[in-house]
């Protein structure tokens, strides 16, 4: 399966600021999607991200708060915005074969606290 | 709504033994289901998966197990090492929507005993 690292691994924000994850994927892929995990939760999808064209965004996130770019097939960003303590969770990237019905494969995680 | 959830959010079993690990889903269109073990740290890592054409499926030393008519999953793990200590979800594809869109249950805290 696809290696996947995630930049960085942790961070501590300040409200209000922004912070960027980037993903890197060792070889081209065709799905590209970004999870949140809370704090003793489980995971819950946030948007695909499409190459060449916007990302779709799940029910409850929108592109204003977590602007996402996949330039390439190998690569994608998930920033969050204007963040609150809120926010602070587990950012998993995950990508998927290119079969139907494929299981996804992670990255370890960026874990963000926000203070 | 759709929804995975297990039935018993932590599990202790004492090293060598057996465990089973129970999910029940709601979405009766789901047709395609996976296990994933989550260790401190770590994403989730892949398990094993079953489609829904297959009642039973076995790897190593784990077996998924699928029963449609009361939408019931299992995962059973023989002879249990402190290895295998960690969080496990379980997930399911849902009614449609991007391949990516797994409903994932809320988990189970496997510890073992040495």
């Known amino acids: 399966s696809a290696v996947i690292s995630q930049k960085p691994s942790r961070d501590i924000c300040q409200r209000g600021t922004s912070l960027t994850i980037q993903c890197q994927v060792d070889s081209q892929v065709t799905m590209m999607f970004w999870y949140r995990q809370q704090p003793g939760q489980s995971l819950t999808l946030i948007a695909t991200a499409n190459q060449g064209s916007e990302a779709t965004y799940e029910s409850g996130f929108v592109i204003d708060k977590f602007p996402i770019s996949r330039p390439n097939l190998t690569f994608s960003t998930l920033t969050v915005s204007n963040m609150s303590p809120e926010d602070s969770s587990i950012y998993l990237c995950?990508?998927?074969?290119?079969?139907?019905?494929?299981?996804?494969?992670f990255g370890n995680g960026t874990r963000l606290t926000v203070t | 709504g759709e929804s995975v959830g297990l039935h018993l959010p932590t599990l202790s079993v004492q090293e060598g033994d057996n465990s089973i690990i129970n999910c029940a889903y709601s979405n009766s269109a789901s047709d395609y289901f996976i296990w994933y073990k989550q260790e401190s740290g770590k994403g989730p890592q892949f398990i094993i998966d079953?489609?829904?054409?297959?009642d039973k499926r076995q790897g190593q030393r784990v077996t998924v197990l699928l029963n449609k008519t009361v939408k019931h999953l299992s995962l059973q793990i023989a002879a249990t090492q402190p290895g295998d200590s960690a969080v496990y979800f379980c997930a399911e594809n849902g009614s449609g929507g991007s391949q990516g869109n797994l409903i994932f249950g809320k988990g189970t805290k496997l510890s073992v005993k040495p």
């Open positions: 995950s990508v998927a074969g290119d079969k139907n019905n494929s299981p996804l494969h």
């Open positions: 079953i489609r829904s054409n297959m």
